[in-house]
């Protein structure tokens, strides 16, 4: 008899887990890494840890490739904002941005919102889609200057 109750909840963890790799293989971001590109050198940690901010948050819209989606979603490959604009690309991070705005000479008008990320990952962040898919922005963004940006 008291075995009973252990059958149940062994064959209630098995359901559950079988649940579970449904639900990976129709929700896969998880599983695609971001894809690299050859003139990748930078590797410091706080490009690390902005490895990990991009695909828990960045992902979904501006895609594994960094490329976004034409018309909706800008791209961060290439980006001339993240080379040249980058206070503007630091607050948009940090705070979100809407409204028309041109990027690589094609025009966006949508909305991101604020990923309600610290100031470290901010940083972070920056860091990482500074030095990837053929970025290179030597300079490392520092947790005190997304501080210095106001809210
Ligand atoms: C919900 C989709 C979405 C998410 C998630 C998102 N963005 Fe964006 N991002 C956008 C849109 C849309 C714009 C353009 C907004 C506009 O049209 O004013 C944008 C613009 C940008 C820009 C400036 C333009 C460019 O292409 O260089 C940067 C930089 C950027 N995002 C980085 C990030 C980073 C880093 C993250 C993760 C912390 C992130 N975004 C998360 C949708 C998103």
Redesign the pocket.
Known sequence: MKLLPILFTASLFMACNSDKKKDRSTLNFEEITISDTQEQKTTTPSFTRGKE??SD??M???LPNGK?IPG?????AG?D??KDKRA??LK??KNG?????V?NGEP??????A?G?SDQEVAD??NF?SNSWGNSVKKEVTEEDVKAISK
């Not at 909706?72 to 961060?76: G, K, T």
């Not at 941005?97 to 705005?101: E, Q």
């Open positions: 901010v991009y948050f960045c979904t819209c501006h976004g909706n979603f800008p791209p961060l980006s904002w993240i503007e690309s948009a991070i941005l809407s409204g028309p705005i990027v966006y008008n949508n909305v991101m919102t990923q990320l962040v920056m889609i």
